[in-house]
């Protein structure tokens, strides 16, 4: 809560430049995430990238010497792919299998839904019709709903003829949000960004070519996940003023 007072109070701050506002704009992107695992679960599972979507809106401040600040209202879908290592298996009764069976492969693919407030410094370069930038500023995000996940489990076991029969079972699940001791995953989040990327210059107006970072801070879980998050996003500014 103290966190999300101080966002608002700098966004206030700066919204009242209303003479620096130099213009407003989107960012549709794609959004690949995956976990930071802690060394406990490191040696037991595998992380890959999950794709997702991202959708901002934001305004532009001019702060002179080619730099900007640009506050940011965002969705973002994040998560990650989880895999057990190749060398890694349960007992079937671990997972309410017979005791002859084993599970030798677990997946889970795990989608979370966060309202983003990035706060971006932003430094210009180039000239004419064609410059680049480079950015960094943090993010503070909030989960919008609960989190959305699908298990996946491969089991084997021996057949009456000693043949060994494998299949797989599916399982969706929920992932709850929340600050409670019986929530799955904090409600909050807080990162670092970093970005850059090349601008096209509009006779109004500007697209540009976007490549985000976001640095999770703060575990997710119990456990010690972080958020890890790259962005390729094209967006538009309308200038203001001009």
């Known amino acids: 809560m103290k ?14 430049l209303n003479a620096q506002l130099s213009g407003i704009g989107i960012r549709p992107a794609l959004s690949l995430s995956k976990y930071k695992l802690s060394k406990d679960y490191n040696d037991v599972y595998d992380v890959n990238f999950r794709p997702g979507a991202s959708f901002s809106v934001f305004a532009e401040f001019n702060l002179g010497s080619r730099i900007t600040f640009q506050p940011e209202i965002a969705f973002t879908q994040r998560g990650g792919n989880i895999k057990s290592e190749s060398s890694i298996f349960w007992d079937g009764q671990e997972f309410g299998y017979p005791r002859d069976y084993r599970v030798v492969e677990l997946r889970q693919k795990e989608t979370l839904s966060y309202l983003d407030f990035p706060m971006m410094f932003e430094k210009n370069f180039g000239g004419g019709n064609v410059g680049a930038y480079v950015a960094l500023g943090p993010t503070f995000s909030f989960a919008v709903s609960n989190g959305k996940g699908l298990e996946e489990l491969t089991v084997e076991h021996l057949n009456s003829d000693g043949e060994t029969v494998t299949f797989t079972d599916r399982n969706e699940y929920t992932i709850e949000m929340g600050n409670g001791r019986n929530d799955d995953y904090r409600t909050y989040d807080f990162s670092i960004n970093l970005g850059t990327g090349l601008i096209f210059i509009l006779e109004r107006g500007e697209i540009a070519l976007d490549i985000r970072y976001a640095h999770g801070m703060r575990n997710v879980d119990v456990g010690g996940l972080k958020n890890r998050n790259f962005q390729i996003g094209l967006s538009y500014m309308y200038y203001i003023g001009q």
């Open 3 to 16: 966190n999300l007072v101080f966002f608002l109070l700098v966004f206030v701050c700066v919204s009242n």
